[in-house]
């Protein structure tokens, strides 16, 4: 009888512990869920930018936002950011399907990226890669993806791409192949 009662007391004492600290381990899952779950979110959005004169300098747009604090970034579904010129000119405009913004004012575009130039003077038009990071306020450009670059009368395979909108530099990391049209 006393090794029955003495068994028992033993199977109570560990489901009470088991019992005590299990609510802690549903705590941790619960925070974790709650730091994957946007802080706020936010449909057709736009958000413009003026310098100290009262200049648009950049603005972006998108059809959803959701922002993690906790993460420390903002996401975006099919953004479009537009750059100006110091003619307060939009001189190059960006899309793709995603966004992530991270606060160093770093934009990394997924999926579908396209840069376009808005001037009509411009050598390169287009450049075209499926990842593309932003670096603002320099408004460069760089990734290690295949790019294509075109412009009136060719277009430039290669990949990886490091460029500065404001200088309009553009270098190819590794060219693969130039084509230009013949048309006069």
Partial sequence: MRKLFTLLIIILTG????????????NNALQTDQELLPDYVAQNVTRRIFNSDGYLVDSISAKRLEHFELLGFTQFEKPVYTLYNEQHQPIWQGSSQYAVWFPQDKIILEQQVKIDSLQHDELIEHIETESLEMLFPDNRLQNNQPVLISGK????????????????????????????????
């Fill in 15 to 26: 489901t009470a512990a088991y019992l005590w600290f299990e609510p802690a381990d549903n």
């Fill in 153 to 184: 009368g060719f277009y430039i395979k290669g990949s990886g791409i490091k460029a500065d909108l404001t200088t309009k530099t553009f270098q190819l990391v590794q060219h693969e192949q130039t084509v230009y049209d013949n048309e006069d």
